[in-house]
């Protein structure tokens, strides 16, 4: 077998394969470790490495129009319900692009952040795990999967946020997003059985295709927006999200940002593809119902980050209102696409909005990274006792202004280029929308001004003195992130019309989504 | 009526379960709240796929008549070891809270400590 045959083979099981490497992976991190803890660095990374080279090859094939099946179970359609699909369309892989950079990123940040601490094999083994249910999240078609992947996700995730069990603020941060998280996943599970008990389905096409939106569907729907946003950290159910970001480890916080941006996935999931045949027809209110609460995340998170005095807190809050743009451009794309007037201004904003999941994952995960470097160089967060650490840590220091540069929105950077589309497109929808996410980037951009002020200017401070510059594995992590966000902030154009347009495409025309598995004879 | 009361009891399940997340103050019955709601979906499942006079679905030592679904019991079977996979885990951390804190109410936990 010559090698274009393998790599056909490898495309051809590769949805599978994307998940279950990184499982298998995580099962095998244990063993690996007895031999010694750079072994088992170097097999995380490959093993992640390989992931991601899955990722990349699924996706080229992806996003030159094909939508991707795979049949777990009876390949004979006549039977019903006895097998699961996966069904990748470019939402799906866009998705898992961002989760697997992210992951791959984090284990090579852990190397040196993580070498103090005891139990790293435990560590890596919840990365693998949470990893392989971001990524199966993302790319399975049948919601009880999705419900099944959601807590392979929680459970790792609350782990790795209390991994630091002597510290009690850390406890106490994964016990509130395991109560939240599993109450979320709790509530998916019963609007999946209201699914199953009136359609006989559990593939998310097929209920798509049946949905009628009666009395029972619309419970379902309320219980899934308010679950999979409560997971998402948007406003009023936001409470468990800067305690999670700001008390985990910054590695973890790193693909921490992949899950909460899974739960986002779920949302428009939810909202474009199994309701996609219904909400058309009946209202616009689902729309602005996410406009709303885009706008109310965004300005409740950006006000509260002005006033924290940590760090990584105010990171966390500023995350938060990073993900009410998101919410504003799907949100408004789902408006404008109504009516055909405004169908070309409600593409661009879904356009803006998608961009922005993946700009504001590499935005605020440097942040986070630069944020933990000053934690591992000084093992301080609090901004006020913090000073003049220019002085010490040059590479840090170029890192965090390129971060804070992205994150509010300022030409070069990628952060400029997604929301340009947003402001753009919800100007066309009403003025006051565009005004009050341009508003909030400017406070955005003042608050990053104000901390790089203050931690990194100033006069160099005596217990300061001989402070290093970061291991290398962090250098190098922070600087492949650096430059992600640079080559999108030069080459915007590239990247929206070859990654983020067939995406946008693929959340709009959910009757592909539908048509390709119904095709196949059901599920 | 008589075959609603399945359902009557999901919901009662359900917002007891809620009512003890949301109202106490004890971490272990916010725990215990959780693995109610739990039980009341699965009592959905179950109760989605049970048809009147139906026997257990195995296929193989049938006497013959209507079968219960299995599907919601392989779902209910999943989502029973999801649930106790996360009641080891918030029971372990509020073993870690108790730890540091010397108390489960709530209200006491979440000074600075550190």
Redesign the interface.
């Known amino acids: 077998m010559n090698i274009s045959d393998f790599i056909d083979l490898l495309l051809q099981h590769s949805p599978a394969l994307i998940v279950a490497v990184p499982l298998l992976g995580a099962f095998l991190t244990p063993l690996i470790s007895r031999i010694n803890d750079k072994a088992r660095n170097i097999f995380v990374i490959l093993t992640l490495g390989f992931t991601m080279f899955l990722v990349f090859l699924l996706a080229s094939n992806v996003f030159s129009g094909n939508i991707y099946t795979y049949i777990f179970g009876a390949q004979d359609i006549s039977l019903p319900?006895v097998r699961i699909l996966f069904e990748v369309d470019a939402i799906s892989i866009f998705m898992a692009i961002i989760s697997i950079v992210l992951s791959l990123v984090a284990a090579i940040y852990s190397w040196s952040f993580m070498k103090e601490n005891t139990g790293l094999d435990k560590f890596y083994t919840l990365i693998l795990l949470m990893t392989a249910g971001m990524l199966g999240m993302e790319l399975t078609g049948d919601m009880?999967n999705f419900?099944?992947f959601l807590?392979i996700t929680?459970?790792s995730s609350?782990?790795l946020i209390?991994f630091w069990?002597n510290?009690?603020?850390s406890?106490?941060a994964?016990?509130k997003y395991?109560?939240i998280s599993?109450?979320a996943?709790?509530f998916v599970?019963?609007s999946?059985?209201l699914f199953?008990?009136q359609y006989n389905a559990?593939n998310i096409a097929v209920i798509a295709n049946a949905i009628q939106y009666n009395f029972l569907d619309k419970i379902a729907l309320i219980l899934l927006i308010a679950a999979l946003a409560m997971k998402a950290g948007v406003v009023p159910m936001h409470m468990w999200l800067p305690d999670a970001y700001g008390r985990a480890p910054s590695a973890v916080t790193l693909v921490l940002i992949g899950a909460t941006q899974a739960s986002l996935y779920g949302v428009f999931r939810v909202c474009f593809t199994i309701y996609g045949n219904v909400i058309n027809l009946n209202t616009i209110s689902i729309g602005w119902v996410l406009v709303v609460l885009g706008i109310i995340t965004m300005l409740v998170g950006v006000v509260m980050a002005i006033i924290q005095t940590d760090l990584k807190r105010l990171i966390a809050f500023a995350a938060v209102g990073e993900i009410g743009y998101m919410l504003l451009g799907i949100g408004a794309g789902l408006v404008s696409l109504i009516s055909p007037e405004m169908a070309a201004s409600g593409f661009e904003a879904m356009k803006g909005g998608i961009f922005h999941i993946m700009n504001d994952a590499f935005d605020i995960g440097l942040l986070f990274l630069v944020a933990g470097a000053i934690y591992y160089a000084t093992k301080e967060t609090s901004i006020n006792k913090l000073g003049g650490l220019a002085r010490n840590m040059k590479y840090t220091t170029i890192f965090f202004i390129i971060g804070l540069l992205a994150v509010s929105g300022i030409p070069p950077m990628n952060g400029f280029a997604s929301k340009l589309l947003i402001y753009e497109s919800t100007y066309q929808l009403n003025p006051i929308l565009a005004i009050i996410a341009i508003l909030s980037s400017i406070m955005l951009l003042a608050i990053f001004v104000k901390i790089f002020h203050s931690a990194f200017l100033g006069p160099s401070l005596k217990k300061y003195s001989n402070v290093k510059e970061v291991p290398k594995s962090m250098l190098i992590s922070m600087g492949i992130i650096s430059a992600i966000i640079i080559i999108f902030g030069i080459f915007p154009e590239f990247i929206i019309n070859n990654i983020v347009e067939p995406a946008a495409n693929a959340l709009i025309n959910h009757s592909e989504y539908i048509s390709q598995v119904i095709s196949l004879g059901g599920a | 009526m008589i075959f609603n009361i399945p359902f009557i009891a999901v919901a009662a399940l359900?917002l007891i379960g809620l009512y003890a997340?949301i109202f106490k103050r004890n971490?272990i019955k916010?725990v215990i709240g959780?693995t109610i709601?739990?039980s009341g979906?699965n009592l959905?499942?179950i109760t989605?796929g049970y048809r009147e006079g139906s026997i257990a679905p195995i296929y193989t030592s049938s006497p013959g008549g209507i079968m219960s679904l299995p599907?919601?019991q392989a779902?209910t079977l999943?989502?029973i070891v999801?649930g106790v996979?996360?009641l080891a885990?918030?029971l372990s951390?509020?073993v870690?809270?108790f730890r540091?804190?010397k108390t489960l109410n709530v209200k006491k936990?979440?000074g600075d400590?550190?």
Request: proline residues 2%; glycine residues 4%.
């Open positions: 319900v009880f419900f099944v807590e929680s459970i609350a782990a209390a069990t510290k009690a603020k406890v106490e994964g016990f395991i109560v599993s109450i996943a709790i599970l019963f999946v059985a199953y008990g559990l | 359900i997340v971490l916010i959780i709601i739990q979906v959905f499942l989605l599907v919601p779902l999943t989502s999801i996979a996360v885990l918030m951390l509020a870690h809270i540091h804190y936990i979440g400590e550190e």
